[in-house]
């Protein structure tokens, strides 16, 4: 009896010991052990510990966590010994940014691996959900499903899943799924034996959006690229494309980025064109080369343009989706700050250049090539070698007077013609000053020096191979800047400043006779086109020869000066403006093309303006009034409306030259909501009445899916193109189709999806 009372006694204390860890609400598991990741804590509303089995059980809001992981459920069992944490009931298992739940399952606290049944995986940067009746952690970034459905949709209904019978998911990889099925609107419409899903948050390997189109002279046609990230500063992509009436296409596009702006980008296109109507006088098989590099070589720096065409009509062919001159030109503007010529050009031009910029001087070596694509054009030189050297102006002690030098030498040469060099040495000086307050006085005098040596007799020019030429240049101008503020008060930071600057400047560079000269440079010739033939002679022009010139005007600016939030100051300009007109004491200019062009008296009066009415409102026109009574021979009308976050834009322009041209150009995109975007560009000459081109085009974005739908009508071709996407998932080059203002200072203008 008394032995029965002291083990009834001894089961008692057993059973009070094990419940006596009931009354902690949290307590660190595996006492004085050692886990990667840091120590393991259990926290719930009642802890029990059996120490005959080395068994923790929790019930009540149980919460074990380690770092950022947590681990939550309504019930959980340690086990001591195996680390083995069983759960049940509204399992949650919480890292990082990403969240594994289910019913019930059972993880190693020292592996940190485990499975769940009846479990949904979400992986929050790539909105990629995952459910299957087993789901196992099978390591720090692995997963393996069985009976599993993919989808970015958050619905218990999603527009479109992905199931597969066995599916292996790698973070920051892929997820391969074997004998699946694609489904859309919950029925089953492709089969899959094998399928890759990225599930990357960086740069990732895969298909980009395919694309497709219906065109009036391509056909249908298809593009699925292949985007292949090769390391962490390059990738590949390679483009393929069928067009039903054309035939295949392949692309590929290397870019590289390194340190120090260091950055390549050059692709190559090729296909061997069926389309009959451009089979005669072009040939068939069609291909573009294009790219630039940047490449800093310790004080030197190398910069290089590749341009290269088959003929003059491919640019305007295949100027659409991911292989378009518009798309490629744009990106090549926002790394490089330089983009390539435009589709109408059919001269194409090639160069590479090698710099050093020292303290009082610029070295350059450059090589240039010319790619004629229209036989009728003239044939033009291409250098290399080329070497220049420029100095900056050099001060002679205390006097306000400068020297300076510019020089070059080229090597020119044609596939078929005429070769030869040409030396230029160009010192000048110039005198600056001060003379009274407000009034500024600069002056410059130059000689040049050219050599011109050539294989064979200019046609007009003297017999001899070596021929000299000699010029002085010379420009005197008188400047004010007076300024006054209007609205500034002692207590307030914020007022306007108006800048008024009268100039006058006087021009002289005596005319010579570009026949007798090679033509190795349009320069060599003359500066003026006949379209610009009236205009005053404008700060920056530097004329060749035949100039001699007085031009007067003045501009006005008006500032707006504030401060910020920060209590820096801040200036916007509010207006710019200048009207200026020249005097000739000459008859004509020297025109590009080496004959005179005649001109007035005195020049058109020539005005330009930006006004700035709201920081998200530009103005701007130039206008060319002839003061003979032949009213406006140029104007140029501009309104741009951008708001602060970049994701609406408006730009309406018109253009006017007499005799010449007379063409509108529109360009918008609306953010209209979070669903909806739309874009609209037009042109329209009416010189011709002929339609430039139009596209119109609109984006439909749900939560999981969007379609993009465009329409281009060209003189010679009408495109509809139609693209499904899955936000996550594969969006290389996904930019808006408008160029929107200052895109290479910007690079966070509005993607298209």
């Known amino acids: 009896m008394a032995r029965n009372l002291i083990l009834a006694i001894g089961c008692l204390i057993l059973l009070l010991s094990a419940g006596s860890a009931g009354a902690a609400t949290e307590m660190d598991l595996f006492k004085g052990q050692r886990f990667e990741g840091g120590p393991w804590k259990l926290r719930a509303d009642t802890v029990t510990y059996d120490a005959a089995n080395h068994l923790y059980t929790a019930e009540g809001n149980v919460e074990i966590r380690q770092g950022d992981r947590r681990l939550r459920a309504e019930q959980v069992e340690v086990n001591e010994a195996t680390k083995i944490a069983r759960v049940r009931g509204n399992v949650v298992l919480v890292l990082d940014e990403d969240i594994f739940t289910g019913q019930e399952g059972q993880f190693n606290l020292a592996t940190r691996c485990g499975e769940m049944t009846g479990a949904r995986l979400f992986l929050n940067k790539?909105?990629?959900?995952?459910?299957?009746?087993?789901?196992?952690?099978?390591?720090?970034?692995?997963?393996?499903a069985e009976e599993a459905k993919v989808t970015t949709c958050d619905a218990d209904r999603p527009v479109w899943s992905f199931s597969a019978?066995?599916?292996?998911?790698?973070?920051?990889?892929?997820?391969?799924?074997?004998?699946?099925?694609?489904h859309l609107a919950g029925l089953p419409v492709l089969y899959l034996p094998v399928a890759v899903l990225p599930v990357m948050t960086t740069r990732q390997s895969g298909f980009l959006i395919p694309t497709y189109g219906q065109h009036r002279a391509g056909g249908s046609v298809v593009e699925a690229p292949f985007y292949w990230a090769i390391s962490n500063y390059s990738d590949l992509t390679l483009y393929q494309t069928v067009f039903s009436n054309r035939g295949y296409m392949q692309g590929g596009e290397y870019r590289r980025r390194g340190h120090d702006e260091a950055a390549a980008n050059f692709r190559f296109f090729y296909i061997n064109d069926s389309y009959a109507p451009y089979n005669e006088g072009t040939t068939n098989r069609r291909y573009w080369a294009s790219g630039m590099i940047n490449q800093p070589l310790g004080d030197w720096e190398a910069?290089?343009?590749?341009?290269?065409?088959?003929?003059?009509?491919?640019?305007?062919?295949?100027?659409?989706?991911?292989?378009?001159?518009?798309?490629?030109?744009?990106?090549?503007?926002?790394?490089?700050?330089?983009?390539?010529?435009?589709?109408?050009?059919?001269?194409?031009?090639?160069?590479?250049?090698?710099?050093r910029n020292f303290s009082v001087a610029n070295f350059t070596l450059h090589t240039r090539y010319y790619e004629k694509l229209v036989n009728d054009d003239p044939n033009l030189f291409n250098r290399l070698p080329g070497v220049s050297l420029?100095?900056?102006?050099?001060?002679?002690?205390?006097?306000?007077?400068?020297?300076?030098?510019?020089?070059?030498?080229?090597?020119?040469?044609?596939?078929?013609?005429?070769?030869?060099?040409?030396?230029?040495?160009?010192?000048?000086?110039?005198?600056q000053g001060q003379p009274l307050a407000g009034i500024s006085f600069g002056s410059r005098v130059g000689f040049?020096?050219?050599?011109?040596?050539?294989?064979?007799?200019?046609?007009?020019?003297?017999?001899?191979?070596?021929?000299?030429?000699?010029?002085?240049?010379?420009?005197?101008?008188l400047a004010g800047a007076w300024a006054r503020d209007f609205g500034r008060a002692t207590e307030s930071s914020s007022f306007y400043r108006h800048i008024v600057r009268p100039e006058v400047s006087y021009t002289n560079v005596p005319r010579f006779n570009p026949l007798r000269y090679p033509q190795f440079d349009p320069l060599d010739q003359g500066w003026v086109a006949r379209v610009n033939r009236n205009l005053p002679v404008r700060e920056g022009d530097d004329p060749v020869g035949g100039v001699n010139a007085l031009t007067y005007g003045f501009a006005n600016n008006i500032l707006w000066r504030s401060q910020n939030e920060q209590g820096q100051a801040t200036v916007r300009e509010v207006l710019w403006f200048r009207l200026s007109?020249?005097?000739?004491?000459?008859?004509?200019?020297?025109g590009l093309d080496g004959t005179s062009v005649s001109h007035h008296p005195f020049s058109?009066?020539?005005?330009?303006?930006?006004?700035?009415?709201?920081?998200?409102?530009?103005?701007?026109?130039?206008?060319?009034?002839?003061?003979?009574?032949?009213?406006?021979?140029?104007?140029?009308?501009?309104?741009?409306?951008?708001?602060?976050?970049?994701?609406?834009?408006?730009?309406?322009?018109?253009?006017?030259?007499?005799?010449?041209?007379?063409?509108?150009n529109v360009e918008t995109y609306l953010n209209l909501l979070n669903s909806v975007k739309t874009w609209v560009t037009y042109g329209h000459t009416f010189e011709t009445s002929n339609q430039l081109e139009k596209r119109y085009g609109v984006v439909l974005q749900r939560e999981c899916w969007g379609v993009v739908l465009s329409?281009?009508?060209?003189?010679?071709?009408?495109?509809?193109?139609f693209t499904v996407f899955i936000p996550g998932l594969g969006e290389k080059m996904k930019r808006s189709p408008v160029r929107f203002p200052d895109e290479s200072k910007h690079k966070d203008s509005p993607d298209l999806f």
């Open 390 to 431: 420029s100095s900056v102006p050099l001060s002679l002690g205390e006097l306000p007077v400068y020297l300076g030098l510019n020089s070059s030498y080229n090597y020119f040469y044609q596939n078929h013609g005429m070769t030869g060099d040409r030396m230029d040495f160009h010192p000048y000086v110039s005198l």
């Open 303 to 355: 910069r290089g343009t590749l341009d290269r065409v088959s003929d003059s009509n491919y640019l305007a062919d295949f100027n659409f989706g991911y292989m378009g001159l518009n798309r490629y030109s744009r990106e090549l503007l926002l790394e490089f700050g330089r983009d390539l010529e435009q589709e109408e050009v059919n001269t194409r031009v090639s160069n590479f250049n090698l710099a």
């Open 604 to 664: 058109d009066f020539w005005g330009e303006m930006q006004f700035y009415p709201l920081p998200q409102l530009a103005l701007g026109s130039n206008l060319g009034v002839s003061p003979y009574k032949e009213g406006f021979d140029r104007a140029d009308f501009k309104v741009t409306v951008l708001d602060k976050q970049r994701q609406n834009y408006i730009n309406l322009n018109y253009v006017y030259v007499k005799n010449f041209a007379k063409q509108i």
């Open 448 to 477: 040049r020096e050219t050599v011109f040596r050539v294989d064979h007799s200019v046609p007009e020019g003297p017999p001899e191979d070596v021929i000299p030429r000699q010029l002085f240049d010379s420009r005197v101008a």
């Open 126 to 144: 790539n909105h990629f959900h995952v459910d299957s009746p087993l789901i196992r952690k099978t390591g720090d970034k692995t997963y393996y």
């Open 165 to 182: 019978r066995k599916l292996s998911v790698v973070l920051e990889g892929y997820a391969t799924g074997k004998d699946g099925l694609l």
């Open 711 to 721: 329409y281009t009508d060209r003189p010679n071709d009408q495109r509809i193109g």
């Open 581 to 590: 007109q020249s005097s000739f004491f000459n008859k004509s200019s020297m």
